[in-house]
């Protein structure tokens, strides 16, 4: 066992306290000043003890991992980072390294493991940090980093940006990813404040913090900006944000004009960046001035740090190298290294760059991004650079046989193929197009080349079957229930195009394998659903939580041809049934920009109109009951004024016309950023509207169905209420509405009560053994309403329990019908187009 003396420390580690009653820390409801910081981080150092020991840390983005690694580089241990939500990882470092101490996260303060007294390890007395590179975890190579490392960095960084104690990040990247814990640590330096969340940019309550917080920057890879745009953050109003920061790959050029632009509009900065882990981060910035018209550099050295260009062999451009004092002190790929001093003094970061004449860098391509197939020497990075040239996003690998690219968009991989073997030179044989809906992507955001390269390998096995064990497994999930090839761990059931009909079958299954879902799962990354240990051996209880609005379309599909079958009569549920199409509106058809949304929107329209149009074809065409104006869902204007069989469908039209309408409005840009600005007030405002011809003071051109705009506005407004106040609001509208409707106070009385189940009830105990079932008739209770017509007027006089379990039956089988007929048209165009084996990517 080696006994060391603790050495010097990380001084903005070490020093927190000289910030006193700044806050430094906001972790949930929990403001934490820089003096009760420093408390919590020297009693942990006090646990760690005297002797210097190497360290390993398993961290998230929550206060319990931010002390641990302060405590750590305040007292002198060498640290080694690792994810906290990959095991695996931790396993494999801790095995190859042997740790004397490992710490986790713990319910207020971290957990400490202590494996020797002492340490069994020679630890170089500069060696501070050891991460990971490139965003890889579980590898044993390591980057080592010293405590002038880390400082320097972290000065280099806050004066560039100019970071004061006024300010305040949002933690969007993971702490063990050198980008993101860099943002931590320049941060500290300066006494500003840290908004620790793990919440993703797709989630509504990220923002929420965002603006609560008064938070000024985030940081971004590429990967988030198009998160970016699917949230509509171009049309959020973010008062306090001063800048934004992007690292993690090269942003297209496009993108950075644009952001730029916009920042510029709103008053906050863009700061695109360029860095390795080798060197502790940042190598490079581009001021937010020059960026619009250099949109393709990486900008200048940071402050102390210089670049040159070294000659390649044979190549046009040169190899960039880095000096500065945040260079690595090198590699280490055993214990043994962790000995070692200064093994590199300057960093080749094995980019080819050039300077041009205004002094920026730029970044053209890296030296192991080159193959030779059949004798030519291939740029990999030019292959991308020519295809962004035509409007391709694309991704491109490869070995000594065979090109690999996979491109973005429903582009023609062959005639792509084509194309580059024109333009380098290559045997079409020799290059494999493969069309994905998504790049895959690395959890850090940057292109994930094995996976492309995977897109040429023979198709995966089957994933086994039973109980989840990690994000593969919810990913499998999602994948196969929303017919989707490209799903990734910071993905959401909304951001892959959910809808309310896709739902109810993914919510079952992640329930199965989960064993409870939390109330927004749908808008939980894959990575935030894994299961947690304690989650994986839960005993399933007799009476489960089922969502509120699944168990309420079960039951008012079942009540609805019921009373039409006269098994009982217990009129209402349609109208429930339309509030809860508001409900599932606001959660599913409201995320991401203006146009991303409008085309989920039309899509969600789409299943709804193709199946009712083919079956009411199917109905007027083998009966006498209907009109032409029920094949083009017109009855409600061109229909008799009397009730007679042709108003059957009455419930189909006026949802496709409320769906329609408002497709119709939040395309509008106004109307779109008024919804964003005011989520719950925009449908308090339409149902004030509805409410309108609902009483009376307005009235409408068509002729019979009760009006219903505002029972579909207060289901979303259910949606956006969020406190108890805003149900409690949400419920007194609904409470003087409905009664007198229709009435019928037991009519009414059905409305109010389902509308009230909705807005106070999350979820419904029913027994476990019928989740499937009533999955099934929430499942296809569109396609049964839409069947029942035909099927239960020849039974219901022989037998009305007959008849309702024959229409219900008759609905799911032509569910299962359009479900089959859906994936089948969506398998053959995604084999038509060539995108390759199913799986990530």
Not at 790 to 797: M, N, Q
Request: charged share 20%.
């Amino acid at each position: 066992m080696t006994i060391q003396l603790l050495p010097a420390r990380v001084p903005f580690a070490d020093e927190l306290a000289r910030y006193a009653d700044r806050p430094a820390v906001f972790a949930g409801d929990l403001v934490l000043s820089y003096r009760e910081l420093a408390d919590r981080v020297g009693a942990v150092a006090a646990r760690l003890g005297p002797l210097r020991r190497l360290v390993a840390l398993a961290a998230a983005n929550d206060l319990d991992s931010l002390v641990a690694y302060l405590a750590a580089l305040s007292a002198g241990h060498p640290l080694l980072l690792v994810p906290a939500d990959k095991p695996a990882a931790l396993q494999s470092l801790v095995a190859a390294y042997d740790p004397d101490v490992v710490m986790r996260p713990g319910d207020g303060e971290p957990v400490l493991e202590k494996r020797r007294p002492g340490s069994r390890h020679e630890l170089h007395p500069e060696l501070a940090l050891l991460l990971s590179t490139s965003g890889s975890t579980g590898t044993p190579k390591l980057v080592r980093l010293s405590h002038e490392n880390l400082q320097a960095n972290a000065e280099a960084i806050a004066e560039y940006l100019s970071i004061g104690t006024g300010d305040r990040a949002a933690t969007t990247l993971p702490m063990h990813y050198c980008y993101g814990l860099s943002v931590i640590n320049s941060h500290l330096l300066r006494g500003a404040g840290l908004v620790l969340t793990d919440l993703s940019v797709v989630d509504p309550c990220f923002w929420e913090l965002f603006r609560s917080r008064r938070a000024t920057s985030f940081a971004a890879v590429p990967y988030t900006f198009e998160l970016l745009e699917r949230v509509g953050f171009p049309g959020m109003d973010l008062p306090s944000l001063r800048y934004l920061t992007q690292a993690g790959g090269r942003l297209d050029p496009d993108t950075v004009v644009r952001y730029a632009g916009l920042g510029r509009r709103r008053g906050w900065d863009l700061f695109v960046m360029y860095g390795q882990t080798e060197a502790t981060a940042r190598m490079a910035y581009l001021p937010p001035d020059l960026a619009a018209g250099n949109p393709g550099m990486i900008g200048v050295p940071v402050p102390g740090g210089a670049f040159r260009i070294d000659p390649v062999p044979g190549l046009a451009d040169g190899e960039l190298v880095y000096t500065g004092p945040n260079v690595m002190l090198g590699y280490a790929g055993n214990p043994a290294d962790l000995a070692a001093g200064r093994t590199i003094e300057e960093l080749r970061t094995g980019d080819l760059a050039r300077q041009h004449p205004s002094g920026l860098y730029e970044v053209v391509g890296r030296r192991s991004r080159f193959v030779k197939i059949v004798g030519l020497r291939i740029d990999l990075g030019q292959v991308e650079r020519i295809l962004a040239a035509l409007g391709v996003p694309a991704a491109a690998a490869g070995s000594d046989h065979r090109l690999v690219i996979a491109v973005e968009g429903g582009h023609e991989p062959g005639l792509l193929a084509k194309t580059l073997a024109r333009e380098i030179g290559l045997p079409r044989t020799a290059i494999g197009v493969h069309a994905v809906e998504r790049l895959p992507r690395l959890p850090t955001g940057k292109l994930d080349y094995a996976a492309v390269l995977a897109l040429d390998a023979p198709e995966p096995a089957e994933p086994r079957s039973g109980p989840a064990d990690g994000p593969d497994d919810v990913r499998t999930i999602l994948a196969e229930t929303l017919e989707r090839s490209d799903v990734g761990e910071d993905d959401t059931f909304v951001s892959l195009g959910g809808d309310s009909l896709s739902y109810v079958a993914a919510s079952l299954r992640l329930e199965r394998a989960l064993g409870s879902l939390p109330p927004d799962w749908h808008l939980r990354t894959v990575r935030e659903l894994a299961p947690r240990p304690q989650q994986r051996r839960r005993m399933r209880r007799f009476f489960a939580p089922l969502e509120a609005g699944i168990v309420l379309r079960a039951v008012a599909i079942v009540f609805i041809i019921g009373t039409h079958a006269h098994l009982f009569h217990w009129p209402g549920m349609a109208h429930v049934l339309m509030a809860v199409a508001g409900y599932n509106f606001a959660r599913f058809q409201l995320n991401g920009g203006r146009l991303s949304r409008l085309r989920r929107q039309l899509r969600s329209l789409g299943r709804i109109v193709v199946p009712s149009l083919a079956f009411i074809a199917f109905a007027y065409l083998a009966t006498d009951r209907y009109s032409p104006a029920n094949l083009v869902l017109l009855n409600s204007f061109l229909g008799p004024e009397t009730w007679t069989t042709q108003w059957d469908f009455w419930f189909i039209e006026m949802l496709v016309y409320v769906l329609g309408a408002m497709a119709v409005l939040l395309a509008v840009p106004w109307a779109d950023r008024a919804e964003r600005r005011f989520p719950l007030a925009f449908p308090l405002a339409l149902t004030a509207a509805g409410l309108l011809t609902r009483f009376g003071i307005v009235e409408l051109s068509v002729p019979k169905p009760a009006p219903v705009l505002w029972l579909f506005a207060l289901g979303w407004a259910i949606a956006r209420a969020r406190t108890l106040p805003q149900r409690a609001a949400v419920s007194a509208i609904a409470a003087l509405a409905v009664p007198g409707f229709f009435g019928d106070p037991a009519r009414d009385a059905t409305i109010l009560a389902g509308i009230l189940v909705l807005a106070w009830l999350p979820a419904v105990p029913v027994p476990a053994g019928l989740h499937r079932l009533l999955a099934l008739l929430a499942s296809s209770s569109l396609y049964a309403y839409l069947t029942h017509w035909l099927v239960y007027p020849g039974l219901a006089p022989i037998s009305p329990a007959l008849a309702v379990a024959a229409s219900l039956a008759a609905g799911a089988a032509y569910w299962a019908l359009c479900l089959w007929l859906t994936n089948t048209v969506r398998r053959r165009r995604t084999a038509g187009a060539g995108t390759g084996p199913k799986g990530r990517g």
